[in-house]
């Protein structure tokens, strides 16, 4: 007897069907999806689906139904009805590309939305694109972010991650968690881990969260520290991280690559993985907000050839641990790996690629609905308004996302090697020296 991976959730787009792991499939697996849901054998399956298709031969259609199980079996999509255990299923690293050639980049839904339902924060960071505040400016308040929730639900979104700001200074972030898990939407949580230890924890599980993303932007305390403008985070970091992962709980841990750090963050992946943290993604700092103020954290183009030569470096010997570079320029990656390795790293999808207004956006406090988190201050239209679902199918703006390339970008556009380039931020084109690299 087989059943769905409770950790799955997918929804009809058109005739195909799209999961939460960002694959697409065709009708017919679609449909044995939906049969195996609340339990069933094989050759169930195989009875049901020859009752749909009287006019395929029965072995045609045995023959294909085990062949699709086969596949959702070794997907971890379809797991066995006696498992307890369920283990987070991926996202597939590719799931942008197969969005466009798939879908045409044109969803019916979000499939995640970054609500941030605050923008207050009890550290101080220097890239902060809020920026933070400690006062409350009109944020939304809980029964409306319950409709929003609940709009989310109506719609198919997979899942809410609660961000802000920092989503555990708010006092109904508990209730905003349970409310959306009870909704059937997938939970995270996007916290600095300050007020995340135990008893935290805990009470976030049991209202419903099931993935954690941290911040720790250096191997030091006194980086890290002095980075986010918060004495002792550096340490509550790593006690809760220990502890999300003493609880076999899903986690991962994003670093913000600026000059503060950029000489250390190789360094970063040791502590990670000392910690039992499978996931660490790198980033390179978007300026909006605060990270506008200061420039000067952008690292240059030396400092992010010399950071991607030791990373690939590291990364080739490190185990147990899946590590995500950060989005830059092709040339950078030939100049300091070399082809051949950029290559490598881009097959093994270790390279985000921009989702925002194609499979993703953000809601900010106030209820602005924006590309993503690291907008800025842009506003498609506000969920007070007009629904989330009326912005995402009518904003020119996410229109023009869906169908951008990197050729069409400027500068992009006038390199040579634009068609070798994964696309990246379209919040902000690359600034690094003139255009898009010196040199």
Not at 130 to 135: A, D, K, L, V, Y
Not at 322 to 331: G, I, M, Q, S
Request: hydrophobic content about 40%.
């Amino acid at each position: 007897m087989y059943r769905i991976n409770p950790r799955i959730k997918w929804r009809w787009e058109g005739d195909k069907i799209l999961l939460s792991t960002f694959i697409g499939m065709n009708r017919i697996a679609g449909e044995v999806v939906e049969l195996y849901n609340k339990g069933n054998e094989p050759e169930s399956v195989v009875e049901a689906m020859h009752k749909r298709y009287p006019d395929v031969l029965y072995d045609k259609i045995r023959s294909d139904i085990l062949a699709i199980t086969d596949q959702l079996v070794t997907l971890n999509i379809v797991v066995s009805e006696e498992s307890e255990a369920f283990e987070d299923v991926p996202h597939d690293p590719f799931a942008m590309g197969h969005i466009g050639q798939y879908f045409g980049n044109n969803l019916t839904a979000p499939a995640g939305v970054a609500c941030e339902i605050t923008a207050r924060c009890n550290a101080r960071c220097l890239h902060c694109s809020i920026p933070s505040t400690t006062e409350d400016t009109g944020e939304l308040t809980t029964d409306q972010w319950k409709n929003i929730i609940d709009e989310m639900a109506d719609i198919k979104v997979f899942g809410a991650s609660f961000t802000g700001g920092e989503p555990l200074v708010r006092k109904d972030t508990l209730d905003l968690v349970k409310y959306a898990h009870d909704r059937g939407l997938r939970v995270s949580v996007a916290t600095n881990g300050y007020l995340l230890d135990e008893l935290m924890i805990d009470k976030l599980v049991a209202s419903g969260a099931d993935f954690f993303m941290v911040s720790l932007d250096g191997a030091t305390a006194e980086t890290h520290d002095t980075f986010r403008g918060l004495p002792g985070l550096f340490e509550q970091v790593k006690s809760a991280l220990q502890l999300l992962v003493d609880k076999k709980l899903s986690v991962g841990v994003i670093s913000i690559v600026t000059t503060m750090n950029v000489n250390e963050a190789v360094d970063i992946i040791d502590v990670v993985k000392d910690l039992g943290v499978t996931r660490l993604s790198l980033a390179n700092i978007r300026l909006a907000g605060r990270a506008a103020e200061n420039r000067y954290l952008e690292p240059t183009v030396e400092d992010f050839t010399k950071l991607l030569s030791d990373l690939y470096e590291k990364d080739q010997k490190v185990t147990g641990i899946d590590v995500k570079y950060p989005n830059l320029p092709a040339k950078l990656y030939m100049e300091s790996i070399g082809t051949d390795s950029y290559r490598k790293v881009v097959e093994q999808g270790k390279i985000g690629v921009c989702g925002a207004g194609i499979i993703g956006c953000a809601i900010s406090p106030t209820g602005d609905v924006k590309p993503c988190d690291m907008s800025g201050p842009v506003s498609l239209g506000n969920v007070l308004k007009m629904s989330l679902k009326e912005v995402w199918d009518t904003s020119d703006v996410f229109a023009h996302l869906r169908t951008v390339q990197v050729e069409s970008q400027i500068p992009c556009r006038d390199c040579q090697l634009s068609h070798m380039c994964l696309p990246g931020c379209k919040a902000q084109p690359y600034q690094i020296g003139e255009g898009c690299i010196s040199g």
